[in-house]
């Protein structure tokens, strides 16, 4: 997605350990017309798969799930990674590793959401090391329901996530993949 | 607005120690047409008042500030309740009380975001004792920005929050504003 690419090359900022900061735009600050524009973006991809609920993890990923899903007119769902008082009753639950943190944490989602007639697209802003989408994964394998693809704003395509789920038969989706990138310097496939 | 109203009053749960349950449709998963309208609904009520930045806080209220962030054209901010190693350089800071979790949390939002030239709407799924949006009010103030107002989906007009940020001469719009709850019924204002 050209829009997206450029944005990154402008507003996006390099810091050291490859990390690429895009809170500017997409996940602290989001630029609301672009993110319509990426989530009709993710209905274009998907159009025709028979998508009845996006999926991601809060919080980042609310966004671009939310603009998917109203872009394909179907509910959004965000995995909490905390129960809290406001979670009850029968839950899917998958552990997820945070690289970028250094921690395990739980996502959760009410299992009363999600069931074997569903066909879900599962959505973040960020591909990595795909822990939270493999998470994600996990979830929908325990609901049942038929699993369309994933689709991320941003893919590291340097770091192993995308290739290992395209090899577990997952299709994935990156609206900007990078080839690589340094301190001062990010290049697309 | 009727709409909503009409879905809390379906969709809806009552669980007892007045928490309303609108995770089917608000807060966990989230009814993607419905909150375009809620987003319309927003912007149509904040309209010539020159909005130029949609503020919340993750994880529930990025899904409503980005429907009325998209329906205004401009962009949304969601202040982060954690320091991440995400978030860098000069942040605007404010300690909230979370009655729900009884524990106190920071909220951040990084400096170079909001300035003395912005107008901003501050906008929640909730408003109950006020202590989230009390918090959000505090890095406007830090900003140097002028604060629209703040909207909410859902206020438990019952609670004090409301009446304290109008009692601050702050502008305070509810979609839905329940007069008093038990655990078999709700009414609205």
Redesign the interface.
Known sequence: MDLLIEKIKTDGKL?PGN?L?V???L???????L??KIGDEIARLYEGTGVT?VLTI??SG??VA??A??S???????A?KHA?????GDIYTAIVHSY??GTDYHVA??A??LNKDDTVLIVDDFLANGQAIKGLVKIVEMSGARLAGAAVCIEKGFQKGGDELRSMGIRVESLARIKSMSDTEIIFY
């Open positions: 810091l990390i900061k809170g500017s735009f996940n602290h600050m989001i630029d609301s017309d993110m319509a609920k809060e919080a609310i966004a939310l603009a899903g109203m394909m007119h179907v509910p959004m769902i965000f909490k809290t008082s406001n979670i009850s970028t943190h989602v009410e009363d959401l």
